[in-house]
């Protein structure tokens, strides 16, 4: 039976998942791929892992380079987080002649056409089963299983930290700190979640999907990002009322003049398939030529599903290098065109901060008209003389640029007495 020789670099949460699904499950795996997986090195910089984790003497190294310089080592599994140490880690285990599995959405969205060009050059292979949607298997799904689709569209919910902060404000009307402190106490969220709830995180991997929806690499710096943080129980309330609810979603589509790729808060209707992804599931909704819409849901981190992605990886690699075959060819021949963001095309919602007296609404519309763009539903609260009010808006489809120059008009009203909150819609 053909030996597989694993070196794991990074032995923090996912990678302690990973160790002890290699080490507690290795009769199990060795059916499953006909090939015997030998872990030669668990690699970590703390030596107290090896005692917290019980790892033998004569695997554990705390230096990275053991592992890349052993030539017996066939697959290297990166999961140190970050971006510069991995970056080095992937790139000299590619030119050492080892092929790679990471869970690295951060690096493979921000130095992906580096390091997917030099695995193809070298002829290695590198999977990141585990960089999108953790246990869901997204990447095999549009690596293989809808290799007979044009995909042309994804909408998903690929953060969990956002999605439960928005799903606690929605049911149980908390503010957006109160939701955030109960996601951190729930282990949701990071003591400093900056990454999640500025839509960084979501727009990494969204990167990493719309390369492999379109065939072409995506520059990361090209996909327009915006967090939850301005949204207030108000904004969930007055969805509710329209019917729609909030959801932090991240955005690929394909069109004539370039690719879509952005994260936003968005309003959906009600009775959208992604409007019932609550708490911290994830739920990525493709569309296909041929099979239409799909939708794949479940668990988008944590130890445990992560680290089956990632495993899940070892083991397909496993099965082709016994075979003697390589998997599907990454699109690295072209870069993709992503439209700016005032391009785009959308519905919006919009809060305006107004002075309660007569006249006000019509001054609102006069200068949205005068741009071209149409209101479609209207919430003005009770009149209260003197007192500030909110004024909700929805608009017909519209330009962003318009919508841009509209607010910029409006912003400056002596009856607008703060920054009007906008919010895309996708019905």
Known sequence: MKKIRIGLIGLGNIGTG???????????LEKKTGAALELRYACDQRISQRGRLKIPRKIFVRNPRMVLKDPSVDIVIELIG????????????????KHVVTANKALLAECGPEIFRTAVR????????ASVGGGIPIIKTLRESF??????AIHSIINGTCNYILTRMSKDRLSFDEALRQAQEKGYAEADPTLDISGADAAHKIT?????????LVPFSAVSMEGITGITSDDITFAHEFGYVI?????????????????????????????NVDDSFNGILLHGDEVGD????????????????VVSDVIDLARLITAGQRAPKLPVSRSLKVKNLSAIESRYYLRFTAVDRPGVLSRISSVLARQGISISDVIQKERRAGKIVPLILLTHHSREDKIRRSLKLLNKLSVVRARTQVIRIED
């Open 18 to 28: 990973v160790y002890e699904i290699l080490t507690r499950k290795a009769r199990f």
């Open 82 to 97: 970050g971006i510069k140490t991995a970056r080095t880690v992937i790139l000299e285990a590619l030119r050492s002649r």
């Open 122 to 129: 070298l002829g290695r292979e590198i999977f990141f089963e």
């Open 147 to 152: 290799a007979a689709n044009r995909i042309t």
């Open 208 to 216: 990493i999907l719309a390369m492999l929806a379109f065939e072409g």
């Open 247 to 275: 959801k932090l979603l991240a955005i690929a589509k394909k069109t004539d003049r370039g690719i879509e790729a952005r994260v936003q808060p968005t309003l959906l209707p009600a009775g959208h398939i992604l409007a």
């Open 294 to 309: 799909s939708l794949l849901y479940g668990r988008g981190a944590g130890r445990r599903p992560t680290a089956s992605a």
